[in-house]
T-cell receptor
Framework: EAGVVQSPRYKIIEKKQPVAFWCNPISGHNTLYWYRQNLGQGPELLIRYENEEAVDDSQLPKDRFSAERLKGVDSTLKIQPAELGDSAVYLC???????????????FGPGTRLTVL | KNQVEQSPQSLIILEGKNCTLQCNYTVSPFSNLRWYKQDTGRGPVSLTIMTFSENTKSNGRYTATLDADTKQSSLHITASQLSDSASYICVVSAGGAGGYQKVTFGTGTKLQVIP
């Protein structure tokens, strides 16, 4: 079974440029997460989707970040314009169910490493 | 505020030795605790998961313990191998059945196993 797929794996851009990341979750997983992970830190949730609905975007910097999951399957995360502080690894994860007696294990993709110059 | 603290920040051990990583949390209401392994350049992979009623869980050479009273967990690695070199992240979920569980990640312990 294929895992969570993300692309690109690496992206280098200049500040003020736009950038987009793509994620394809595990087939059948209706919950999708976007995280940002700074060097030496744990992942921080940006947004969580239940099917195509964004049910938790409280940590998403909405002035420059946007995300969509139009058909409830794959998703894109966009930054426009990018700032130096956005350099990080952007992880996508998916899970089968939000709550199943505490066993909603998240499966992570390899991440996209963004460098903003 | 929900918090998960891990110690040590980093650790270097010789191949074949055992080690124990610590996790303290202030998450309420507690639902479950997971340990993830994150290899360099990869996404985290779940090692173990424990709910409130479980106080130990093993996965091969990895054994996790949970003390819900003191809100502490440990991950013990037995007979370490070079492939154990990675970051180990403690993740605690808050919330009850029937609702969304808010997840808090620790900052991780970076383990390096040397020959």
């Amino acid at each position: 079974e294929a895992g969570v797929v993300q692309s690109p794996r690496y992206k280098i851009i200049e500040k003020k440029q736009p950038v987009a990341f793509w994620c394809n979750p595990i087939s059948g997983h209706n919950t999708l997460y976007w995280y940002r992970q700074n060097l030496g830190q744990g992942p921080e949730l940006l947004i969580r989707y239940e099917n195509e609905e964004a049910v938790d975007d409280s940590q998403l910097p909405k002035d420059r970040f946007s995300a969509e999951r139009l058909k409830g399957v794959d998703s894109t995360l966009k930054i426009q314009p990018a700032e130096l502080g956005d350099s990080a690894v952007y992880l996508c994860a998916s899970s089968l169910a939000v709550v199943l007696e505490g066993t909603d294990t998240q499966y992570f993709g390899p991440g996209t490493r963004l460098t903003v110059l | 505020k929900n918090q998960v603290e891990q110690s040590p920040q980093s650790l270097i051990i010789l191949e074949g030795k055992n080690c124990t990583l610590q996790c303290n949390y202030t998450v309420s209401p507690f639902s479950n605790l997971r340990w993830y392994k994150q290899d360099t350049g990869r996404g985290p992979v779940s090692l173990t998961i424990m709910t409130f009623s479980e106080n130990t869980k093993s996965n091969g050479r990895y054994t996790a313990t949970l003390d819900a009273d003191t809100k502490q967990s440990s991950l013990h690695i037995t007979a370490s191998q070079l492939s154990d070199s990675a970051s180990y992240i403690c993740v605690v979920s808050a919330g009850g059945a029937g609702g969304y569980q808010k997840v808090t990640f620790g900052t991780g312990t970076k383990l390096q196993v040397i020959p």
